[in-house]
């Protein structure tokens, strides 16, 4: 009976072994077929179809995933966000210091920077009453204050004068991915960014029209959110 259980360990073992490899395969595969012109967005907000297979799964750096490398070490694990869970959920952004702004609806009334709107009323647990849903929204100029585009990301030339929220709320793959990526690293949710390291992947695309994440390697706009995908 002993060694039975053993040898019915050791089939497991091997079995979550060759998964992991398969998984591996598979994802490598689909970073090479790949390209800008897979990007897709529906509707005013960003919705990807899919949601890639590392997802919350291998967490790496920027030149550890262009590698493909899995190791058995690996302990960090990756829970980011999408760009839409941002935009619909501004009181995620708290714990960061980026503000999402106000959403002034179509009666006039406001949410506050943190998604509660200005005439509701808090309960005695101090929990909000009458919730507004944000999911409606499809007007990115309905948004109003928050943090800038370019105050996240100084010295980039892109969306002058749009707040991070409103950019997410463009339908824009690039610079959706790369607030939601933003707020991401502020809340820790993906150790191998920082918030510095995504504001020079930012610049850098900027100023070569590409991002180098090891030496002679080239990443486009495609191959970049691919990459903040993986972290989700």
Same mark, same amino acid.
């Given at each position: 009976?002993?060694?039975?259980?053993?040898?019915?360990? %050791?089939? !497991?073992?091997?079995?979550? *072994?060759?998964?992991?490899?398969?998984? /591996?395969? #598979?994802?490598? &595969?689909?970073?090479?077929?790949?390209?800008?012109?897979?990007?897709?967005?529906?509707?005013?907000?960003?919705?990807?179809?899919?949601?890639?297979?590392?997802?919350?799964?291998?967490?790496?750096?920027?030149?550890?995933?262009?590698?493909?490398?899995?190791?058995?070490?690996?302990?960090?694990?990756?829970?980011?966000?999408?760009?839409?869970?941002?935009?619909?959920?501004?009181?995620?952004?708290?714990?960061?210091?980026?503000?999402?702004?106000?959403?002034? %609806?179509? !009666?006039?009334?406001?949410? *506050?920077?943190?998604?509660?709107?200005? /005439?509701? #009323?808090?309960? &005695?647990?101090?929990?909000?009453?009458?919730?507004?849903?944000?999911?409606?929204?499809?007007?990115?100029?309905?948004?109003?204050?928050?943090?800038?585009?370019?105050?996240?990301?100084?010295?980039?030339?892109?969306?002058?004068?749009?707040?991070?929220?409103?950019?997410?709320?463009?339908?824009?793959?690039?610079?959706?991915?790369?607030?939601?990526?933003?707020?991401?690293?502020?809340?820790?949710?993906?150790?191998?960014?920082?918030?510095?390291?995504?504001?020079?992947?930012?610049?850098?695309?900027?100023?070569?029209?590409?991002?180098?994440? /090891?030496?002679?390697?080239?990443?486009?706009?495609?191959?970049?959110?691919?990459?903040?995908?993986?972290?989700?």
């Amino acid at each position: 009976m002993t060694i039975k259980n053993h040898q019915n360990d %050791n089939m !497991e073992d091997k079995l979550s *072994s060759e998964a992991l490899e398969d998984k /591996t395969k #598979s994802v490598d &595969s689909s970073r090479r077929r790949f390209t800008k012109a897979g990007l897709a967005a529906s509707g005013v907000i960003l919705t990807l179809a899919s949601r890639p297979v590392l997802a919350n799964a291998v967490c790496k750096s920027p030149s550890g995933f262009e590698s493909g490398n899995v190791s058995s070490h690996i302990q960090e694990m990756c829970f980011g966000n999408y760009p839409d869970y941002y935009a619909n959920t501004p009181e995620a952004w708290a714990g960061t210091k980026y503000e999402p702004g106000r959403y002034i %609806n179509n !009666e006039g009334s406001t949410t *506050s920077k943190r998604g509660l709107t200005s /005439t509701q #009323s808090s309960t &005695s647990n101090g929990n909000s009453s009458n919730t507004q849903n944000l999911g409606n929204t499809d007007n990115k100029g309905k948004w109003d204050g928050g943090t800038q585009f370019q105050q996240a990301f100084p010295g980039s030339r892109q969306h002058p004068g749009k707040s991070m929220m409103q950019v997410l709320w463009m339908g824009d793959p690039m610079g959706g991915h790369l607030c939601a990526a933003l707020l991401n690293a502020a809340l820790g949710l993906t150790p191998p960014l920082t918030e510095t390291r995504i504001v020079d992947m930012c610049l850098e695309y900027e100023t070569k029209g590409y991002f180098e994440p /090891t030496a002679g390697v080239h990443w486009y706009e495609g191959d970049i959110v691919y990459y903040f995908q993986s972290l989700t």
